[in-house]
């Protein structure tokens, strides 16, 4: 069958293919960022029937797949469209190998699978591909080094390196791949101030949004790129994820509802369902029961991948919880039989179900309330807990949520670091993520005081700490802060 297929392609197509990013192109390229495939994929076909020997025409088709799998996570999709990968590096090899887009298409197609892939734990694979990529992006730089292009693929690799598992990074030192998360970003953001990049500043924004929210902890690069976003998320999913993400990390849990609630129409688009999920759970953050109800279960219904699920029914058992109902279990069910248990939230969301835990009803509003922004009304919660024998089980929970709520009050970095020190001290035989979290915290506070020396202590205490909820996450943040202070 993939003989057929490739001859197929190459009796359709000249001998060596061309790259032409034509007008035609960059309009199917506005389409798939949009997620408007079907009016891509029209526009593709015509290319196909009226120029077919332009290779551009592969890679689009591929970027529609990456899409589809990033946003809907469907695995029958997956397992099919992944096959046809291969094939379409054959077809990009046929092409003019003088071209910029020979080496750069090669790059973002495996690029893209190593992604998608990730969204299924096939890690080594996806490394192999990153490996991969980098390879033929680097090569490209120093072939055509004035071909703006590169900047993307290099600056979203060179902050991405700590992304794969531990266990797989041996993959990526066989071509000595290195990151900076300062010069990948840099690399990333200068291409926001060319205007000949201008059509790409959409995927751009998505991408440095993603890599600032997962790599640093700059409130002003995010209030910056929020800026830079503008009200564009009314015109693009993928901006109005990035906003939302945003608004959240600055606090402003009221703009980001307003952002979520403004999303563009679905018609002609394809659904990004988990928009539902984070409108459910800004609403839960201001305790509006009723509406996160509705779009936890909007999301449940409509949702056909497998991430977030078991998510999704943890919150509405924190919400009967939180009301009075008790049927929590009832959800904690669900949370066990639906879903998938790959990403952090759902593992964490698995392991309450299995043990039928909540927390104290306090430090959940505490929580709820910070989470959204709510410093003050998160503070009140905090402190109508008087810390008595039934509380003793949450002491390192207490502290820490704590130390949180006061480092958005102005409070002394003094008085916040003690209380992160009693979170970590409580709690650093514990599974749960106060201590390595408190440890991260605190690292954070050394590195904005510029005490380099203290916050290496911490971040090293943070990776010191294993078996805990968030742990990939969390460690990646900690090596993330380590990278900061040795650039």
Not at 125 to 144: H, R, V
Not at 220 to 247: C, H, T, V
Not at 300 to 320: E, M, Q
Not at 416 to 433: C, L, M, N, P, W
């Amino acid at each position: 069958m993939r003989i057929l297929t490739l001859l197929f392609l190459f009796l359709s197509t000249t001998v060596f293919a061309s790259f032409q990013m034509n007008e035609r192109m960059q309009q199917s390229y506005i389409h798939i960022i949009n997620l408007e495939f079907d009016a891509a994929q029209k526009l593709l076909i015509l290319e196909q029937n009226q120029n077919p020997d332009n290779a551009i025409v592969v890679l689009q088709h591929n970027y529609i797949d990456f899409l589809t799998v990033l946003i809907g996570e469907e695995e029958e999709f997956f397992n099919t469209a992944k096959d046809k990968k291969s094939d379409r590096i054959d077809v990009i090899q046929q092409g003019d190998e003088n071209s910029p887009y020979y080496l750069y298409a090669q790059a973002e197609v495996h690029l893209q699978w190593a992604f998608a892939r990730l969204k299924f734990d096939e890690y080594l694979t996806a490394a192999y591909e990153i490996q991969k990529a980098y390879s033929l992006l680097e090569e490209n730089q120093e072939q055509f080094p004035d071909f703006m292009l590169n900047k993307k693929g290099l600056g979203l690799l060179h902050t991405l390196v700590g992304a794969i598992p531990e266990q797989y990074q041996w993959v990526l030192n066989l071509v000595g791949m290195e990151g900076s998360i300062i010069v990948g970003l840099r690399e990333l953001k200068s291409l926001l101030k060319d205007e000949e990049m201008e059509m790409y500043h959409s995927e751009i924004l998505f991408l440095t949004s993603f890599l600032q929210l997962n790599m640093t902890n700059d409130d002003l690069a995010y209030k910056q790129l929020l800026d830079k976003i503008g009200d564009e998320y009314e015109k693009n999913y993928l901006l109005n994820f990035a906003a939302a993400r945003l608004s959240n990390a600055l606090g402003m849990n009221g703009f980001c509802i307003n952002i979520l609630e403004n999303r563009p129409e679905i018609e002609g688009k394809y659904p990004f369902h988990y928009l539902d999920y984070l409108l459910g759970m800004s609403y839960l953050y201001k305790l509006d029961y009723e509406k996160s109800e509705l779009y936890f279960n909007l999301f449940l219904k409509n949702f056909k991948g497998n991430n977030y699920i078991k998510s999704a029914y943890h919150k509405l058992a924190w919400i009967s919880y939180l009301k009075g109902e008790r049927l929590q279990h009832k959800y904690f069910e669900k949370v066990i039989e639906e879903g998938a248990g790959s990403i952090d939230e759902d593992k964490v969301a698995l392991k309450d179900a299995k043990k039928n835990y909540i927390t104290h009803s306090r430090l959940l509003r505490t929580r709820l309330f910070y989470d959204g922004g709510y410093y003050e009304e998160a503070l009140f919660e905090i402190n109508s807990v008087k810390i008595v024998k039934k509380y003793a089980n949450f002491l390192d929970e207490h502290w820490y949520r704590l130390a949180r709520v006061i480092s958005k009050l102005d409070y002394a970095d003094e008085d916040i670091v003690a209380r992160y020190q009693k979170a970590f001290d409580i709690g650093r035989e514990s599974t749960s993520y106060f201590a390595p979290m408190s440890a991260l915290q605190i690292g954070l506070i050394y590195e904005k005081q510029n005490d380099v020396e203290q916050a290496a202590i911490y971040f090293e205490k943070c990776l010191s700490l294993s078996n805990f909820d968030y742990e990939r996450g969390i460690h990646q943040k900690a090596k993330a802060g380590l990278a900061r202070i040795a650039d």
